[in-house]
Nanobody, 119 residues
Framework: VQLQASGGGLVQAGGSLRLSCAAS????????MTWYRQAPGKQRELVATIISGGGTNYADSVKGRFTISRDSAKNTVYLQMNSLKPEDTAVYYCNMKGWDRLTGDYDYWGQGTQVTVSS
């Protein structure tokens, strides 16, 4: 299984971007889909997560501006980012965790997509 993230780019402050992360191959038993980000010189941080039951959680810094959603039929997770700020500049990574009978516990990561917000 591979995760392919897309949708990053350069945007002015106040603008919007929509990130997508699709899983290739068969994937079952997803427990959580999460977006992380890592800015230069900083540790990777959780941005938003959506769990199997549909509950969501956001970093305080993005609450009210970012929305995580999913298309379970397509094993795809999205991150709608509005009112972007220069401090949102980072490489964004998607992650899927879960369990199935053949694989056991799994923890898949996408390759990252760059988001740059200019002031």
């Amino acid at each position: 299984v591979q995760l392919q993230a897309s949708g990053g780019g350069l945007v002015q402050a106040g603008g919007s971007l929509r990130l997508s992360c699709a899983a290739s191959g068969s994937i079952f038993g997803i427990k959580s889909m999460t977006w992380y980000r890592q800015a230069p010189g900083k540790q990777r941080e959780l941005v938003a997560t959506i769990i199997s039951g549909g509950g969501t959680n956001y970093a305080d810094s993005v609450k009210g501006r970012f929305t995580i959603s999913r298309d379970s039929a397509k094993n795809t997770v999205y991150l709608q980012m509005n009112s972007l700020k220069p401090e949102d500049t980072a490489v964004y990574y998607c992650n899927m965790k879960g369990w199935d009978r053949l694989t056991g516990d799994y923890d898949y990561w996408g390759q990252g997509t760059q988001v740059t917000v200019s002031s």
